[in-house]
């Protein structure tokens, strides 16, 4: 553990020193940066004034012919600085190339020239640097009483430029042997460097083709790299080259923008003076992004992978405080990368002292611009004089740079090649040594393969023939319960229809009335039965799917109230509905299974309660309906609790008289999951259960909900209807019997036929406009005789509405395939046979008035003026109007308009139209206007 631990402690000592060692050199650079420094620091002597401008000489640089003056408040204008007050104030510049630092001031710069050359020579004054933020200069008018003033620099666009040229260049307009004194306004927040000279125009612009020339190849290069290397990114997929592509694209920007090509040829119009130096923190963020990944500092030196990004996180504070005061932050970043430039090149010599080989060249890129950044920002810190030289060499040194970075992926690329190849070499000579003990192992591993093999397949001819069995078997079942269901349910369409009729009929004494009810109860109970096994069938089969439709939620509830109120009241139970008021009242579900759903869970609660209460609650939690129902019955126990959804389950300590098939819950439990929904219980023996359930809520807009079927007994047809005939065609003749019965009230042309035969030979001579077809027939069954009669021109006409006793989905498909216009399932009431005759012939009836309802709705549900003061004023101004004039049939269309957002209060309305309570209906709607 010694052993291990003493270089660990040897490389903390040396990081240590490493870093005493750069708080010094920082310490030491921020005072000699804080310190005085004068623009004369590192003087040499002035030259004379004026300028004198030859015809033989075509460059004259003016650094020391020019005088300076620090305007520290910024405000001075020209016709001050041109005054005996602040003429005096000029300072001869004393520096071979004037930089004066970092400062927020102001600079006046003044020259004078005299023009001694040929006429036609045309001169030109050039600032070889494209930093400078703010340009102001003064040229004299030719009187000499006021000057013109150019305006340019790099917070102004490109097209403000005298001559567009990177570099900052004006004409100079000098008059023949005359003397003329120029004005220069200088601001910037980089280092206040301009080296000045004036040119003879056709000279200056041909050494500068030659420059551009170089420069063009520069920068070419940089642009190869980046392409080159960014295809390498996508081949590769390693970030390494993800960085040094940002990191050579930002260099590239920065240097565009230091020699002014980024504004003369990218971005014109680009008028902000912060951008270069944001620009330059970015490059120097990327280039120690670059070091981190070339030099795999996390696994070579966790210590110098943290000053790393301790120092992108210092860049980054200064890039994101450098818009407060750019100028000194400027300073404070120029110092940084000096000390980020001594560190880089450090770490890549002691990363490559460990043996890390792809460090040499990375070492020897960081030598190649460690001089010509490192003496150019030591000039712009004011600490060594200011040549040209230093900022002209920092384009070469990057692309040097670029270069050698280049050269260390590849190195990195050879590098991880030579790791795989010994991989490689490595992991074949182990295969050749495992190959022996595979080769060995295949033997005994073959012999029990065989031998397993051989049990596979007798085991997998044991399950196939197992499966064959069930699935014959299962099939078997499906055509039993099939068949049974279809022979069950076509006299039960006799037993419930015929028993309808004869409850319908005031013929019948109150003895035989009971009788007929108590046949119909139970008729349904067993309708109910068949119903549950085949719902169990198809569960099993996996055969159920959702049939969505309109809903309307309030009046499915109040229908199940009715159905369970008299049973209640016969126990003394308090039935209790209630809904939430963020409830809808239209959904989109299958109301078919809803209802089965609840009447099974309500029905379950009132049987097995004697006394006390059952209440349903319904409410809404975001999109989900909740269904509670809970009951003070005799409990469930804890311990059959999980088995009560089996199928034929049977509590232990239900009555034993009580009748049931056990499948309710188990039918129940499978819809519910089906509709999107989950059901829970909880119960105490003795004290009661709650059942609760949620299920997927759809809502309905308005524009989708139809009116509802009216439920009145029809009792005739309305006058003036077309006489149409039908035909009934059915083998079982008490069916038959029962559409007769149900039809000749209506005095329709009716005749039967026992078989799809005798029903074709009927239609050919009578040709009947709608026809009920039973499905399964002797001799023809409804399938063929259905396509026989809509192969013809005439059979294309006539409806024909399919009758079966099958529930299978798939015959729906097959009956609607034959040509069947309609579908009624068996057993029928006389609600869907009325219906589809106005479906598909338009009959319009009459109904029985509901003489025999209540005269007067319950004391709960009398109505009040407050009750009609949620409806339009307009509606009751109507309604107002036909009571008082005795129009029924207004009054009823307009109860029938309101029924569709108000169903409640419809119906209570409708009761007391159909009951002739008109003086209350006036009364109300009066009182009704009032409130309003």
């Known amino acids: 553990m010694s052993n291990y631990a003493k270089p660990i402690r040897e490389n903390q000592k040396k990081i240590r020193l490493l870093s005493l060692l750069f708080a010094f050199l920082l310490a030491f650079l921020l005072l000699l940066t804080l310190r005085q420094n004068k623009s004369y620091s590192y003087s040499v002597k002035s030259e004379n004034r004026p300028i004198i401008l030859k015809s033989n000489k075509i460059k004259y640089p003016i650094s020391l012919n020019l005088d300076i003056l620090e305007d520290k408040s910024r405000k001075l204008?020209?016709?001050?600085?041109?005054?005996?007050?602040?003429?005096?104030?000029?300072?001869?510049?004393?520096?071979?190339?004037?930089?004066?630092?970092?400062?927020?001031?102001?600079?006046?710069?003044?020259?004078?020239?005299?023009?001694?050359?040929?006429?036609?020579?045309?001169?030109?004054?050039?600032?070889?640097?494209?930093?400078?933020?703010?340009?102001?200069?003064?040229?004299?008018?030719?009187?000499?009483?006021?000057?013109?003033?150019?305006?340019?620099?790099?917070?102004?666009?490109?097209?403000?430029?005298?001559?567009?040229?990177?570099?900052?260049?004006?004409?100079?307009?000098?008059?023949?042997?005359?003397?003329?004194?120029?004005?220069?306004?200088?601001?910037?927040?980089?280092?206040?460097?301009?080296?000045?000279?004036?040119?003879?125009?056709?000279?200056?612009?041909?050494?500068?083709?030659?420059?551009?020339?170089?420069?063009?190849?520069?920068?070419?290069?940089?642009?190869?790299?980046?392409?080159?290397?960014?295809?390498?990114?996508?081949?590769?997929?390693?970030?390494?080259?993800?960085?040094?592509?940002?990191?050579?694209?930002?260099?590239?920007?920065?240097?565009?923008?230091?020699?002014?090509?980024?504004?003369?040829?990218?971005?014109?119009?680009?008028?902000?003076?912060?951008?270069?130096?944001?620009?330059?923190?970015?490059?120097?963020?990327?280039?120690?992004?670059?070091?981190?990944?070339?030099?795999?500092?996390?696994?070579?030196?966790?210590?110098?992978?943290?000053?790393?990004?301790?120092?992108?996180?210092?860049?980054?504070?200064?890039?994101?405080?450098?818009?407060?005061?750019?100028?000194?932050?400027?300073?404070?970043?120029?110092?940084?990368?000096?000390?980020?430039?001594?560190?880089?090149?450090?770490?890549?010599?002691?990363?490559?002292?460990?043996?890390?080989?792809?460090?040499?060249?990375?070492?020897?890129?960081?030598?190649?611009?460690?001089a010509s950044f490192l003496f150019a920002n030591l000039e712009n810190l004011q600490l060594m004089p200011s040549s040209e030289w230093a900022v002209d060499s920092q384009l070469t040194s990057t692309v040097i740079l670029v270069l050698l970075y280049s050269l260390a992926l590849a190195d990195i690329i050879n590098l991880i090649k030579k790791e795989k190849t010994e991989a490689l070499f490595l992991a074949l000579e182990a295969s050749q040594q495992n190959q022996r003990l595979i080769q060995e192992q295949n033997i005994i591993l073959e012999r029990k393969v065989n031998e397993r093999t051989k049990k596979l397949q007798e085991n997998e001819i044991q399950l196939r023939e197992a499966k064959e069995k069930a699935e014959t078997a299962n099939q078997a079942k499906s055509t039993f319960i099939a068949n049974m269901s279809h022979e069950l349910r076509t006299p039960l369409n006799a037993i419930l229809g015929f028993s309808q009729l004869m409850q319908d009929s005031e013929k019948l004494s109150p003895d035989y009335r009971e009788n007929v009810n108590i046949i119909h109860h139970s008729g349904e109970h067993l309708l109910t039965l068949i119903n549950h096994v085949l719902n169990l069938s198809k569960i099993e089969a996996?055969?159920?799917?959702?049939?969505?439709?309109?809903?309307?939620?309030?009046?499915?509830?109040?229908?199940?109230?009715?159905?369970?109120?008299?049973?209640?009241?016969?126990?003394?139970?308090?039935?209790?509905?209630?809904?939430?008021?963020?409830?809808?009242?239209?959904?989109?579900?299958?109301?078919?299974?809803?209802?089965?759903?609840?009447?099974?869970?309500?029905?379950?609660?009132?049987?097995?309660?004697?006394?006390?209460?059952?209440?349903?609650?319904?409410?809404r939690e975001n999109n989900t309906l909740i269904f509670e129902i809970e009951d003070t019955g005799i409990g469930i126990a804890q311990e059959e609790i999980d088995k009560v959804f089996k199928s034929f389950y049977q509590c232990k300590n239900l009555p034993q008289s009580q009748e049931g098939t056990g499948l309710g819950l188990t039918i129940s439990e499978n819809f519910i999951k089906l509709m999107g929904g989950k059901i829970t219980v909880q119960s105490v023996i003795g004290k009661g259960t709650t059942f609760r359930?949620?299920?997927?809520?759809?809502?309905?807009?308005?524009?989708?909900?139809?009116?509802?079927?009216?439920?009145?007994?029809?009792?005739?047809?309305?006058?003036?209807?077309?006489?149409?005939?039908?035909?009934?065609?059915?083998?079982?003749?008490?069916?038959?019997?029962?559409?007769?019965?149900?039809?000749?009230?209506?005095?329709?042309?009716?005749?039967?036929?026992?078989?799809?035969?005798?029903?074709?030979?009927?239609?050919?001579?009578?040709?009947?406009?709608?026809?009920?077809?039973?499905?399964?027939?002797?001799?023809?069954?409804?399938?063929?005789?259905?396509?026989?009669?809509?192969?013809?021109?005439?059979?294309?006409?006539?409806?024909?509405?399919?009758?079966?006793?099958?529930?299978?989905?798939?015959?729906?498909?097959?009956?609607?395939?034959?040509?069947?216009?309609g579908l009624i399932r068996k057993p029928f009431n006389d609600i869907e046979i009325f219906e589809a005759l106005h479906q598909h012939l338009g009959f319009r009836y009459i109904y029985e008035s509901s003489v025999d309802a209540p005269l007067l709705p319950t004391s709960e549900d009398l109505l009040t003026p407050q009750d009609l003061k949620q409806l339009p004023q307009a509606w009751l101004d109507k309604m107002y109007e036909a009571i008082y004039k005795g129009d029924i049939m207004l009054a009823s269309e307009l109860i029938t308009e309101i029924s569709r957002d108000y169903p409640v209060l419809g119906q209570q309305l409708t009761q007391l139209l159909d009951n002739y309570e008109f003086e209350q209906l006036l009364t109300l709607t009066e009182q009704g206007i009032k409130k309003n």
């Open 542 to 619: 996996g055969k159920f799917v959702l049939d969505l439709t309109n809903c309307n939620l309030y009046e499915l509830l109040d229908e199940l109230k009715k159905i369970f109120l008299l049973s209640a009241r016969n126990k003394d139970l308090n039935l209790s509905f209630t809904k939430e008021s963020n409830v809808p009242q239209w959904i989109k579900t299958d109301e078919t299974k809803l209802k089965q759903i609840l009447i099974n869970i309500l029905g379950n609660a009132v049987k097995f309660t004697n006394s006390g209460t059952v209440s349903l609650r319904v409410a």
């Open 693 to 821: 359930f949620f299920i997927e809520l759809i809502e309905v807009n308005h524009h989708e909900i139809k009116s509802p079927v009216n439920q009145q007994r029809v009792i005739g047809l309305e006058p003036k209807q077309p006489h149409y005939k039908i035909l009934i065609v059915d083998d079982n003749i008490a069916n038959r019997r029962l559409l007769l019965k149900l039809l000749q009230p209506l005095e329709f042309s009716l005749k039967e036929a026992a078989n799809g035969q005798e029903a074709f030979t009927i239609w050919q001579k009578w040709h009947p406009d709608l026809i009920f077809m039973d499905i399964r027939m002797p001799v023809m069954d409804g399938f063929q005789a259905t396509e026989k009669i809509k192969a013809t021109p005439q059979g294309k006409t006539t409806i024909i509405i399919a009758v079966t006793a099958s529930v299978l989905e798939e015959k729906e498909t097959l009956i609607y395939e034959a040509g069947c216009d």
């Open 77 to 370: 204008t020209i016709k001050e600085i041109t005054s005996p007050e602040y003429s005096s104030q000029f300072i001869p510049n004393n520096q071979k190339t004037p930089n004066l630092g970092f400062s927020p001031s102001n600079f006046w710069v003044r020259f004078s020239v005299k023009n001694e050359a040929y006429p036609d020579l045309k001169w030109l004054l050039v600032l070889n640097d494209a930093r400078m933020g703010y340009i102001d200069f003064y040229i004299p008018t030719p009187d000499k009483s006021d000057f013109i003033v150019k305006k340019t620099g790099k917070a102004f666009p490109f097209k403000t430029r005298d001559i567009p040229h990177h570099s900052f260049v004006f004409n100079l307009p000098i008059a023949q042997k005359e003397e003329t004194t120029f004005y220069f306004r200088f601001n910037a927040i980089t280092t206040m460097y301009f080296p000045l000279a004036i040119w003879e125009r056709e000279s200056f612009f041909r050494a500068e083709n030659k420059m551009i020339f170089i420069l063009g190849l520069h920068y070419g290069m940089l642009l190869i790299m980046i392409g080159y290397n960014f295809f390498l990114f996508i081949a590769l997929r390693d970030k390494s080259y993800f960085y040094y592509v940002l990191f050579v694209i930002f260099t590239t920007i920065n240097q565009g923008m230091r020699q002014g090509f980024f504004e003369q040829y990218i971005l014109t119009n680009y008028n902000n003076n912060l951008l270069f130096p944001f620009v330059n923190i970015t490059s120097v963020i990327l280039l120690l992004e670059v070091a981190k990944n070339f030099l795999n500092l996390k696994t070579n030196s966790l210590n110098l992978y943290r000053i790393t990004v301790v120092a992108q996180s210092y860049c980054l504070i200064l890039f994101l405080i450098f818009p407060i005061n750019p100028v000194i932050v400027n300073k404070f970043f120029i110092l940084s990368l000096l000390l980020i430039i001594v560190f880089l090149l450090i770490t890549g010599f002691l990363v490559y002292k460990k043996g890390y080989q792809p460090a040499r060249f990375y070492l020897l890129a960081q030598v190649a611009i460690f």
